[in-house]
């Protein structure tokens, strides 16, 4: 099992509605086939900078490489997310 999650700022503002927009638009994400356990999470700590956090988990490493292949991840990526994430930190984990 890989657990995949990005904790992430945003160029908008708390509670505009193009933040509210991309959140939306990331649901899409867990519909790509492999997805499971899909969060949006919101950053509560005020240890980081960060307000935002996705996690999903994939069965396997192949479930992972599709996933990050997959022309709705890779649309979002280009089309959202970098012009509009200001910061992020991947981390992907898997059992020990």
């Not at 899909?38 to 980081?48: A, D, M, P």
């Not at 996933?67 to 649309?75: C, K, S």
């Amino acid at each position: 099992m890989i657990r995949h999650t990005v904790t992430f700022r945003l160029h908008h503002a708390s509670g505009s509605p193009e933040e509210r927009a991309f959140i939306t638009a990331a649901r899409a994400l867990a519909d790509i086939p492999g997805v499971t356990n899909f969060e949006q999470l919101r950053q509560l700590s005020q240890k980081n900078e960060y307000s935002f956090g996705f996690s999903m988990e994939f069965a396997d490493d192949a479930a992972y490489q599709a996933y990050n292949a997959h022309p709705v991840h890779a649309g979002f990526v280009a089309d959202r997310w970098v012009p509009e994430v200001e910061d992020f930190l991947e981390l992907d984990y898997e059992l020990l």
